[in-house]
């Protein structure tokens, strides 16, 4: 039995993938992941299929030596340059308080063309840049009077951090279960030209209602608990405490793929917003 994103794959689900990609060495990965997860059930709470998950432990087998995959057929969306333009250049600065601003409000993204300016703003002006959010994900705009002010990224919750999880109070196979419905704030920018007092503890707010709603709509369920990691000391997490975010503790800096306890990464501190009281409840419940 080996373990990849999650899923344990017994010796014969492995001969099974192996049979797949034997049977027809031109098809493409995202075909092979969408046959993978059919063959093996392998599902999204709301029914859908794991592909992302899926290609990602594919790659990680590759990587094993478990199994040889066909090349791709073009760079993985992280490696390809992101295009900078006019449309995200700085605008005139906004300084009026939270309260003050005209029709603030959060849209989701969903039109192309929101998603490629959501992704070019990020890749300028965030420190960590854009890369693809893993597994079932919302993203927000934060507009007012029409412009742009700030994006905000969720996406699937980190598999296993020790804070947390003493937090929660659940075992192994709670978690294993019922790790959807955490849900990560992956990205929160504020644009560097807007200088406002309380936004972004009023965004936290104002998407922390919003959020449950939006995903119930696009993914079938409803998540209770949200999550984020905020890089020590280059941030305080203010806004997120302002929001009445619960700090819980440290990560150790050895990321999500150190299995050898080596990688030296920055340390962030773990804060958590329960979206309902009943959180543990549902998260530890037999």
Known sequence: MVRYCGRDFSPEELQTIARILSQDPHRTRASLSRLICEALDWRKPDGGLKEMSCRVALLRMASDGLLTLPPPRRLPQKCRPLPITAATDPQVPITAQAGALDDLRLEVVTHPDQSALWREYIQRYHYLGYSPLPGAQLRYMALSGGQVLALLGFGAAAWKTA????????????????????????????????????????????????????????????????????????????????????????????????????????????????????????????
């Not at 947390?164 to 279960?177: A, P």
């Not at 998407?207 to 984020?228: C, I, M, N, S």
């Not at 306890?261 to 998260?283: D, E, V």
């Open 163 to 286: 804070p947390r999880d003493r937090f929660i109070g659940w075992n192994d196979r709670q978690r294993q279960e019922r790790l959807p419905l955490i849900v990560n704030n992956a990205r929160f920018l504020i644009l560097p030209w807007v200088s406002s007092k309380n936004l972004a503890s009023k965004l936290l707010a104002m998407v922390a209602k919003r959020l449950p709603q939006d995903w119930t709509t696009r993914y079938g369920y409803r998540p209770v608990l949200l999550e984020t990691f905020v890089e020590s000391p280059r941030f305080r997490g203010t806004c997120y405490k302002a929001a009445n975010w619960i700090y819980v503790g440290q990560t150790k800096g050895r990321g999500k793929l150190d299995v050898h306890n080596t990688a030296s990464l920055p340390k962030k501190a773990i804060w958590l917003y329960p979206l309902t009281p009943a959180f543990r409840q549902t998260l530890c419940a037999p």
